[in-house]
């Protein structure tokens, strides 16, 4: 996984407000905890936790762990996977942990095509033009490094990358980012099951607010994080 801590300032920045910086932290680290329990759920045969930071009580048994490193978000996924390459030849899925409603089944549906041949890619659009997934059958760190992020024509741009090289690209369900208020609730609308739904009733318990209408209007700001599940 590529992740941050999910430390109060550092996370999900675009929440606050009406957030608190450590609402907003909670609200990351909720997210991190469905993200990275599909994927522990997920049949894969080997996780990897790329992270700025230090672990903490949210990071599963199950999961290795290495440094992340680069600077822009496209060169941090390009390392990720020049590092993971230098010890793993099979095709990987790499999940952004800002779509907590992401599932087994999902994950299943972007690892299947590239395990059976069917597709030399896998990529997953989100709603606001970037994408929240990206699967490879052969890890190359160049179909990443230079596509520009966290624009509106992020995901465009990457797909183009993919097909520049001559992959056969399958696409998955587009999914919504958590980057807003406004997102935050309707994603917890949509999974009440959640540990990130769980936090959102907690935060409004303390603090009643009207998400919908005070995230209105937000930009998208992702965070740094990618999960680099091996399938």
């Keep these: 996984m590529i992740a941050k801590e999910p430390v109060p300032g550092r996370v999900k920045t675009r929440l606050t407000p009406p957030y608190t910086p450590a609402e907003a932290a909670e609200l990351a680290e909720a997210a991190l905890t469905d993200t990275l329990e599909a994927v522990r759920s997920a049949s894969v045969a080997r996780r990897i936790l790329a992270l700025e ?16 490193r ?3 978000l496209d060169e941090r996924i390009a390392w990720a996977l020049a590092d993971v390459r230098a010890t793993w030849t099979a095709p990987v899925v790499l ?6 409603q992401v599932t087994p089944a999902l994950l299943a549906a972007a690892a299947e095509p590239l395990v059976s041949g069917a597709a ?8 606001d033009g970037g994408f929240w997934l990206l699967g490879l059958r052969e890890i190359d760190p160049s179909v ?3 596509v520009p992020m966290s624009r509106p024509d992020t995901g465009a741009h990457q797909l ?7 992959l056969r690209v399958r696409l998955l369900p587009e999914l919504t980012d958590v980057d807003t208020a406004a997102e935050a609730d309707r994603i917890a609308a949509a999974t009440p099951g959640s540990a990130f739904a769980a936090c959102m009733r907690t935060l409004a318990h303390r603090d009643p607010r009207t998400l919908a209408d005070q995230g209105a209007g937000q930009d998208a700001d992702r965070d740094a994080r990618v999960l680099v599940a091996a399938v």
Excluded: C, S
């Design 53 to 68: 930071g230090t672990p903490g009580r949210w990071l599963p048994p199950g999961f290795d762990v290495i440094g992340q």
């Design 70 to 72: 680069g600077g822009g």
């Design 95 to 100: 999940i952004g942990m800002d779509t907590p």
């Design 120 to 127: 030399d890619a896998t990529l997953g659009m989100a709603e």
């Design 144 to 146: 990443v490094l230079g």
């Design 160 to 166: 183009g990358r993919l097909e520049a090289a001559g």
